[in-house]
């Protein structure tokens, strides 16, 4: 399986934040915000990612991430130059899907919580196993906002709605999705909205169309958090600072990630850690050192 990351979009309602640069590159507490989405895709043991952004950001993420190699990784680059839609990421990325599985992330959601590694290694394996789509459902306060997912009585899902004036439920999806080879195709083949975009939940509902689309529900323990605004990006620097604090272990690092994996080694941890002068650094350092 590979993984796109989109991290494109004007940011407009963080103005002047991002007049001049990516909200996906503004920093969460101790790190930018991009290394979270990627963490989560490195948590499914995916090695091979693609980052979508904009002609004006994307000279951005190349100077942070390069080829990848420093995390045992791929990472490639491609250009959205307008908003055509969440769904258009398959299009821009179909040379580097080439005919695999695919879990897009969108740049600004940030995930936490108990077994999540778990979760999405389930989500990936049924896809790898029995092939259509796996998303998310969240419960929230007011899903107005986001994609719904509609149940029956019995738990069945019905259908999921774009940004409802009435909600038919609490259960938003998040930005995170996993979908078998014919995610390419399928997003082709859907005529973009009113708004002019190729809409992520009409790809979700083709494949509920056809029985191959599950969701799986986050439960109380899991966190998602909402960097939209500035309250938000704010809650979520002092979350990740509350609980990085509190259990001395850092929320997606991207470098101790790779190490866990097989990916990197401990040498290369050491080289890492000496570049930065920071409590990053120690802690790259104290990871290298006692998990080595």
């Given at each position: 399986m590979k993984g796109i990351i989109l991290a494109g979009g004007s940011g407009t309602r963080l103005y002047p934040i991002t007049r001049a640069v990516s909200k996906q590159i503004l920093p969460l507490y101790d790190k930018p915000m991009v290394y979270y989405p990627l963490s989560v895709l490195m948590l499914c043991g995916i090695r091979e990612v693609l980052i979508i952004s904009t002609p004006r950001d994307i000279e951005l993420f190349k100077e942070l991430f390069a080829d990848g190699s420093f995390l045992g990784m791929t990472i490639e680059y491609a250009v959205q130059d307008k908003p055509r839609g969440l769904a258009d990421a398959f299009i821009v990325g179909e040379k580097f899907i080439s005919g695999e599985d695919v879990a897009l992330i969108l740049g600004d959601n940030v995930f936490y919580g108990q077994s999540f590694t778990s979760t999405l290694k389930k989500a990936s394996g049924k896809i790898a196993a029995d092939r259509g789509a796996v998303i998310f459902g969240y419960y929230v306060k007011d899903p107005t906002a986001y994609g719904v997912v509609e149940f029956s009585k019995d738990g069945k899902v019905l259908g999921i709605e774009e940004k409802p004036a009435c909600p038919k439920s609490n259960y938003a999806v998040p930005g995170l999705y996993f979908y078998d080879s014919s995610v390419v195709q399928r997003a082709k083949d859907i005529k973009p909205?009113?708004?002019?975009?190729?809409?992520?939940?009409?790809?979700?509902?083709?494949?509920?169309?056809?029985?191959?689309?599950?969701?799986?529900?986050?439960?109380?323990?899991?966190?998602?958090?909402?960097?939209?605004?500035?309250?938000?990006?704010?809650?979520?620097?002092?979350?990740?600072?509350?609980?990085?604090?509190?259990?001395?272990?850092y929320v997606s690092c991207i470098e101790e990630i790779a190490f866990a994996n097989g990916w990197i080694s401990k040498d290369d941890m050491l080289r890492m850690a000496a570049s930065y002068k920071t409590s990053y650094g120690d802690y790259l350092r104290y990871i290298a050192e006692v998990r080595g």
């Open positions: 909205s009113a708004r002019g975009e190729i809409e992520i939940t009409d790809l979700n509902n083709g494949y509920l169309k056809d029985g191959n689309l599950s969701v799986e529900l986050l439960g109380r323990g899991m966190a998602w958090l909402d960097t939209g605004t500035y309250d938000g990006l704010l809650e979520a620097s002092n979350f990740i600072a509350t609980i990085q604090k509190r259990q001395g272990m």
